[in-house]
RNA sequence: UCCUCGGUAGCUCAAUUGGCAGAGCGCUCGGCUGUUAACCGAAUGGUUGGAGGUUCGAGUCCUCCCCGGGGAGCCA
């Protein structure tokens, strides 16, 4: 699909476009203001912010898609203006008047109102000013926070990865399909799991939908899907919620080497389709849609697991093979490169039983993790999956598993196995990555943390 | 779970050696014809996280507890 057809905006009902005299001024959303100048239109939105100069007074009117500022003049309209210096911030309001090119404007064009119809006017002050906040206190306040400042542009970042990752799969017909969330087992055994009473048994929340889509790979060929996952870990990093968006792809007849490639254009998709349709956003955010770009040019580097050890070694880390990386391993890692890069390989020890071992070093997985630049850490694990009934039932004796939970899993294996591969990718990781975002819990409308469950 | 920093007005923060509880922002009022977290003036606003202790006297020192920020481990 051409990207202009996919920016084309269809029109909808919206609420009170006519004017007092009856007169049609069509709603238009505040990010098309400057395909207006010279024609009366009606702005739908929320008083962002109030400034007055005696006889002349700004509103900032937000309404999701940006801000505009309206110019209201005491000489030229003095009801209007006494109305307006009235108004509080958050107040929901609809504005009817003419856009105006003006050079002195953000972006490029304001508004001149003839009416304010108020449809709400709080009457205690908006709990966020315009200045700094400590981050507990914008958590708390995380439903109002979202309306304001950077959080806007985030969000819509958020809206296009999402809409990114699902268009790169669909274009390569891929089916979306989707994994339980309540489960009976876990993915991986290790992990702790959000338990709860499933009709007095017990049953966990899903921490990924793999072994899920493995089973509908072998059904459909290559599936994808974005779905929640939950990790009981008591974790307090900038990495970390407990509940996350995964974007998982699994699929049949592929190997490890097929699997990364599609993984480096997907990557590089993204970015290219978010630079592209979120350019502004970005730019708010200060980030360089073109440097972004240039970030994931491919292909992306492939380091093997030994080699990043002797690189980390060679750059004063404390790391031996076999180690696993930490935080800091993974950011020096990223500055090296100065773009996403493969570590693959990894010792099967350190990896879960469903990882194909190397077929020329059974020590090792044939799996990856995809590390993100500027040490926004590990944005996607994947592996190529045993698909060998009597190797992956020897893994899980290895770690202990129960048997008798994956026999549904085991099933695929006795049923035209076929070698096939997968991923997951961390959705908020991704979207903190690009916006360049302190922390993760910016990432999400809702973050859920350990010690973080309202609003 | 561990390490570390913190909790004072609605918000962001000061308070010297243990000696009268302060400012900016917000809200309210007044002023200002191009403001960009506007600016200027006035007024408002306090159980210093909680409990106990030391002291003539505790925001400040001690003990315990609660809550939050940052980080580690684990992971996406």
Avoid at 132 to 161: C, K, S, Y
Wanted: charge should be negative; glycine fraction near 8%.
């Amino acid at each position: 699909m051409p990207c202009n057809q996919r920016r084309l905006h269809l029109p909808f009902p919206r609420l009170r476009e006519l004017n007092r005299k009856g007169e049609r001024m069509p709603a238009i959303t505040i990010n098309h203001a400057r395909e207006h100048i010279g024609e009366q239109v009606t702005i739908q939105g929320w008083l962002y912010n109030k400034r007055s100069s005696g006889k002349i007074l700004f509103l900032q009117v937000r309404d999701g898609t940006g801000v505009i500022q309206a110019v209201i003049s005491a000489v030229d309209t003095s009801a209007l203006f006494d109305q307006a210096e009235g108004l509080t911030r958050e107040t929901s309001l609809v504005m009817r008047g003419t856009v105006r090119a003006d050079d002195r404007a953000p972006t490029g064009c304001e508004l001149q109102p003839t009416s304010i119809d108020v449809i709400h006017s709080p009457d205690v002050p908006f709990p966020i000013d315009l200045k700094e906040h400590t981050p507990g206190f914008l958590m708390d306040q995380r439903h109002l926070w979202i309306r304001t400042g950077r959080q806007v542009p985030i969000l819509r970042i958020r809206d296009a990865v999402f809409r990114a990752f699902r268009q790169f799969f669909h274009d390569r017909g891929f089916i979306a399909t989707e994994a339980p969330i309540l489960t009976g087992t876990s993915v991986e055994g290790t992990t702790t799991l959000f338990e709860l009473d499933y009709f007095g048994d017990k049953a966990y929340l899903s921490q990924s939908g793999q072994l899920y889509l493995e089973a509908t790979a072998m059904a459909l060929g290559n599936v994808y899907w974005i779905g929640p996952a939950f990790r009981a870990e008591k974790s307090k990093t900038r990495k970390h919620i407990t509940e996350f968006w995964i974007a998982e792809a699994e699929m049949a007849f592929c190997d490890h080497a097929a699997n990364l490639e599609i993984q480096e254009q997907l990557v590089s998709y993204i970015v290219d389709f978010v630079a592209g349709e979120r350019k502004q956003e970005l730019q708010q955010l200060g980030r360089d849609p073109a440097a972004l770009r240039a970030q994931v040019k491919l292909p992306f580097p492939r380091i093997d697991y030994a080699d990043a050890v002797d690189r980390l070694s060679k750059a004063g880390h404390d790391i031996t093979f076999g180690d696993d990386f930490g935080a800091p391993h993974e950011a020096t890692l990223a500055e090296m490169f100065g773009r996403p890069v493969f570590v693959e390989r990894f010792p099967s020890a350190m990896k879960p039983f469903y990882m194909k071992r190397d077929p020329k070093d059974e020590a090792r997985v044939l799996g990856a993790d995809l590390i993100a630049p500027e040490g926004y850490g590990e944005i996607i694990g994947g592996s190529q999956r045993e698909d060998s009934y009597a190797a992956l039932v020897a893994h899980m004796e290895e770690q202990k598993l129960p048997l008798d939970a994956y026999q549904w899993y085991l099933d695929l294996r006795r049923f035209g196995s076929v070698p096939h591969a997968g991923f997951g990718m961390g959705m908020e990781r991704v979207v903190t990555w690009l916006c360049g975002a302190a922390h993760i819990r910016e990432a999400i409308p809702f973050a859920r943390q350990i010690n973080r469950l309202y609003p």
